[in-house]
């Protein structure tokens, strides 16, 4: 810190404050464009000193006349009035936190004659006591003046004694006594055994490594899978546009009244699945393989030939049972079978003919709940637009009982302004009246007066 800066700093910042011109900030300001740029540290010691000058300024102002008076009425200075009231404010505010180090260094930048006759004004208990403490007193409250002023002091009292003891032989230029040299110690080195070197160790072999596959190339190139799925996104973009065109370009299946291929094959597995379910006597013949032919030789032994014979014996046996049975009365079942056959034919064609009536309902339903959406937003919108002509309507009638209410303000305005008018005009003749009235009051007072005095003088 530059002490002798901050002191100089104070000074010409105090120097050229006025109170009832400038603020303190407007000071302070044009005081940092104009001086020498200090530190951060000392920038703010210098705006506090400033600021707590001009806080504290009738408990410094007090001490300050009191020294000037004990010295007897000296000449007082502008400068050394500043000097003193800055000191004066360190001494009794800032102790705590400069120290008595930092306070003497500040102290040591002015005469030194002059600054131990201050300081030893401050520091005298009887002057504080006396002439200081019932001064504080008219200002602030005895507390504030016993814990806040007058404490410190006297916590710092000791440590002064010295510094003015040390501005004293300043001023008497008493040098103090050099301490005496002492004999230098000589260091002698110990006595220690000498390390022998260590011999040096032999490093260990490095293994050999066995070489690193090198990076392949498909490292750095992006995955083959990328471009699959680009490939399989641009075909499905290409099929739904085909898709498109031919849903654009075709009659939508909704409205197609002919089954589709699909409907057909289902109908036909239908009916297939119930006529599998009549064949109930139906035999289940051998599967032929293909590859076999008829002018392949079969050798046949003895069982198959028996068992043949036996199979064309059942045929005669059940052909000669039918013939007995059509004779003695009987009936074919091929026209019972032919019926049953047609009336399920029928009840297919009743069960599509039923499905394809509930689609077309619900295609009607459909149909009148898209037309039922449209004619509620018709409503809706016809709702809106009657809603708008009834605002506009009622904007309408808004604004003319506006201007109709700004028509009447306005003549009411004129009539009062009218009436005040000839208010002032009625109170102008009234005070016109007044005054004649009052002059005929004083020229008879007059003429009664002289009247009085020719009759006396008579």
């Known amino acids: 810190m530059r002490h002798n800066l901050v002191i100089n700093s104070c000074l010409e910042v105090l120097g050229g404050y006025q109170p009832e011109c400038d603020s303190p900030k407007i000071q302070l300001a044009q005081f940092w464009q104009t001086c020498e740029q200090p530190s951060k540290e000392e920038q703010i010691l210098i705006e506090e000193v400033f600021l707590g000058c ?15 008076k004990s010295e007897g009425g000296k000449k007082r200075t502008r400068c050394k009035q500043l000097v003193y009231k800055v000191l004066c404010y360190l001494f009794l505010f800032r102790m705590d936190e400069l120290g008595i180090g930092e306070f003497r260094r500040l102290v040591l930048t002015q005469e030194p004659k002059k600054m131990h006759q201050f300081l030893q004004f401050l520091t005298d208990e009887n002057t504080i006591a006396t002439i200081m403490k019932p001064e504080w007193c008219l200002f602030y409250e005895e507390n504030f003046v016993e814990s806040k002023l007058i404490k410190p002091l006297q916590r710092f009292l000791p440590e002064f004694g010295c510094f003015l003891k040390e501005l004293h032989d300043k001023i008497e230029e008493i040098t103090p006594p050099k301490p005496s040299k002492k004999m230098i110690t000589e260091v002698t080195p110990f006595n220690l055994t000498v390390i022998k070197p260590r011999g040096v160790i032999m490093p260990a072999p490095i293994p050999k490594v066995a070489p690193t596959k090198p990076i392949p190339s498909s490292m750095y190139n992006p995955p083959a899978e990328i471009d699959r799925i680009q490939e399989a996104k641009r075909e499905n973009r290409i099929k739904v546009q085909e898709m498109l065109a031919t849903a654009q370009v075709q009659q939508p299946q909704c409205a197609n009244a002919k089954k589709s291929v699909k409907a057909k094959s289902i109908l036909q597995q239908i009916i ?12 289940k013949a051998s599967v032929v393989k293909a590859k076999l032919s008829e002018e392949v030789p079969v050798k046949l032994n003895t069982a198959t030939i028996l068992r043949e014979g036996e199979l064309f014996l059942k045929q005669e046996e059940e052909n000669l049972k039918k013939l007995e049975d059509l004779e003695s009365g009987a009936r074919d079942p091929t026209d019972w079978l032919r019926w049953r056959s047609k009336m399920h034919e029928q009840d297919l064609e009743n069960e599509l003919l039923e ?50 209410e700004q028509t009447n303000m306005r003549t009411r305005v004129e009539e009062i302004a009218f009436s005040q008018q000839h208010v002032k005009e009625s109170r102008q003749k009234l005070a016109l009246y007044k005054q004649k009235i009052g002059s005929a009051r004083s020229n008879r007072r007059k003429e009664g007066n002289d009247e009085t005095s020719l009759r006396r003088g008579r």
Request: proline share 0%; glycine share 2%; no cysteine.
């Open 54 to 68: 001009i806080r504290f300024s009738k408990i410094i102002t007090v001490a300050v006349d009191a020294f000037f």
């Open 355 to 404: 499905k394809e009536r509930r689609r077309l309902q619900g295609m009607l339903s459909h149909e009148e709940a898209i037309l039922a959406r449209k004619m509620l937003a018709i409503e809706n919108k016809q709702r809106v637009a009657e809603m708008k002509l009834e605002a506009e309507k009622l904007m309408q009638l808004y604004w003319e009982e506006k201007l109709q």
């Open 272 to 283: 297939e699945e119930k006529e599998s379910k009549l064949k109930y006597e139906k035999r």
